[in-house]
C-alpha cells in the first residue's frame, strides 16, 4: 500500500491549491472505512493534524484552517483531498495525508505547499 500525494506547490497569499492523496494498492473494502487525515509539518515543529475525514464523512479541523479548507474522499477513487482556499504565508508547510490501513500506519511522501508573493 502506498499513500501517494500530489498538489502542492508556490501559490500568492489568498490563492488556492487543492492536495490530493490516493491510496495505491488497498483495496476499497479497507478503504472506505478508514478515516483519513491530512497533516503538515514545518521546520523544528511537529507535525500538526489540519483535518481528517471518517468513512461516514465527518470532518474535523484545526481551528487555524477552519473556513479556509476543505478535506473531502471519492471513495471509488480511494482518494482524499484538501481543498485549501484564502492561503496565507503561515500555511507554508509539507503537507502529508495518512490513513490506518490494515491495521498499519501509512503516510504519504509530504507534499511541500509554499504561500508567498
Known amino acids: 500500500v502506498q499513500l501517494q500525494a500530489s498538489g502542492g506547490g508556490l501559490v500568492q497569499p489568498g490563492g488556492s491549491l487543492r492536495l490530493s492523496c490516493a491510496a495505491r494498492?488497498?483495496?476499497?473494502?479497507?478503504?472506505?472505512?478508514?478515516?483519513m487525515e491530512w497533516y503538515r509539518e514545518t521546520p523544528g515543529k511537529e507535525r500538526d493534524l489540519v483535518a481528517s475525514?471518517?468513512?461516514?464523512?465527518?470532518?474535523v479541523y484545526a481551528d487555524a484552517v477552519k473556513g479556509r479548507f476543505t478535506i473531502s474522499r471519492d471513495n471509488s477513487r480511494k482518494t482524499v483531498y484538501l481543498q485549501m482556499n484564502s492561503l496565507k504565508p503561515e500555511d507554508t508547510a509539507v503537507y502529508f495525508c495518512h490513513g490506518r490501513l490494515y491495521e498499519t500506519d501509512y503516510w504519504g511522501k509530504g507534499t511541500q505547499v509554499t504561500v508567498s508573493s
Open positions: 494498492g488497498a483495496i476499497t473494502s479497507v478503504f472506505n472505512p478508514t478515516t
Open positions: 475525514i471518517t468513512s461516514a464523512r465527518a470532518t
